[in-house]
Nanobody
Framework: QVQLVESGGGSVQAGGSLRLSCAAS????????MGWFRQAPGKERDWVAT???????TYTDSVKGRFTISKDYAKNTLYLQMNSLKPEDTAMYYC????????????????WGQGTQVTVSS
């Protein structure tokens, strides 16, 4: 079992930055691939970024070069550094974890956080 709690969301102007955090608890944290998803009002939940167990990171095209996913093992925390934010980045952001990275990519991860809201104004 893994419990995930996101934080760090807020309201910023376009061009600004935010860093989201996902605090994980559970004995198997280190064996999980983890990722970030987002869901804008009236839209489906979309995959944003993944960090696999062995460290490989992948990003959806719309955030490449602007967002960085990372993990602090000592703090059991996953991060999403978001720079050069755009109004279209406005969404609820969710952290997810699964032992199979393929399940992360298709949005079928076993564990999810409650989400943190990001709002970017123009």
């Amino acid at each position: 079992q893994v419990q995930l709690v996101e934080s760090g969301g807020g309201s910023v102007q376009a061009g600004g930055s935010l860093r989201l955090s996902c605090a994980a608890s559970g004995d198997t944290y280190k064996s999980y691939s983890m990722g970030w998803f987002r869901q804008a009002p009236g839209k489906e939940r979309d995959w944003v970024a993944t960090r696999q167990q062995w460290g490989t990171t992948t990003y959806t095209d719309s955030v490449k070069g602007r967002f960085t996913i990372s993990k602090d093992y000592a703090k059991n925390t996953l991060y999403l550094q978001m720079n050069s934010l755009k109004p279209e980045d406005t969404a609820m952001y969710y952290c997810a974890a699964d032992t199979q990275v393929s399940r992360l990519w298709n949005g079928r991860a076993d564990y999810w956080g409650q989400g943190t809201q990001v709002t970017v104004s123009s």
